[in-house]
């Protein structure tokens, strides 16, 4: 069995970068399943497709692959679709996220990223349900006002300034469509290792994700990049 490592959690927890590292030190493959989604609104958005029309949305799918290790849409890397990482597509992209249907199509896409030597696979259920086989499951926690800052420096980078209390909103509101959704709500399973990094940066929070992964699964490891 192709091993996995899932590190799940809240928007704002650094989860994509924490798994992104993660993967590029253990030289694995990795999942960013959020990009999955944006690239499905973005498809939706570039062909003018209502978003509450969810039989048309689910029409779009096919134009979604995976292939030479990475996300393509509509024939294009992910990374060339300008936008994408737009707040309006985010916005749509989580609007998407809680079709069931839509999340039940996607799974066969999600889990034909499980190739060789490995998969660190990054979302909200990523070990809950894509991978509950994971033999590693990570859920982040972080204290909202951190998540707050966080998001707010992110932005900042990016050229966007926006109130602190309006980011708080916006977080609160898409963590209350995240845990009471019907279809693979947040939350986090019983075998699965909650690291709190309110506190720690991303090289801390991603060598206690290493001391976790060395007392679980050694074997993992054995190829590893050091950190740097």
């Known amino acids: 069995m192709i091993p996995v490592i899932t590190v799940d959690g809240a928007s704002g927890t650094g989860k994509s970068v924490l798994a992104t590292k993660l993967a590029e030190q253990m030289s694995w493959h990795c999942l960013r399943s959020g990009l999955i989604y944006r690239g499905l609104a973005w498809i939706a958005h570039q062909k003018h497709i209502p978003f509450s029309d969810v039989t048309a949305l689910r029409a779009l799918i096919d134009l979604l692959s995976y292939r030479e290790g990475q996300l393509y849409c509509d024939q294009q890397p992910a990374f060339r679709c300008a936008g994408i990482h737009d707040e309006e597509i985010a916005h749509n992209a989580s609007q998407l996220s809680q079709y069931p249907d839509l999340r039940i199509d996607l799974l066969p896409l999600q889990r034909q990223f499980r190739i060789p030597p490995g998969l660190v696979a990054e979302g909200r259920d990523m070990g809950s349900v894509v991978f509950n ?13 951190v998540r707050v800052r966080r998001r ?77």
Request: with cysteine.
């Open 152 to 228: 707010c420096a992110q932005l900042k980078k990016s050229g966007k300034i926006m109130p602190i209390k309006k980011v708080m909103e916006m977080i609160r509101h898409r963590d209350h469509r995240d845990r009471h959704r019907d279809a693979s709500p947040l939350q986090y399973t019983k075998d699965a290792i909650l690291l709190d990094n309110s506190e720690d940066n991303i090289q801390q929070t991603l060598q206690k994700i290493i001391e976790i992964i060395r007392r679980k699964q050694p074997t993992f490891l054995q190829n590893r990049k050091s950190i740097h």
């Open 133 to 145: 086989d994971a033999s590693v499951k990570i859920f982040l926690i972080v204290e909202d006002s």
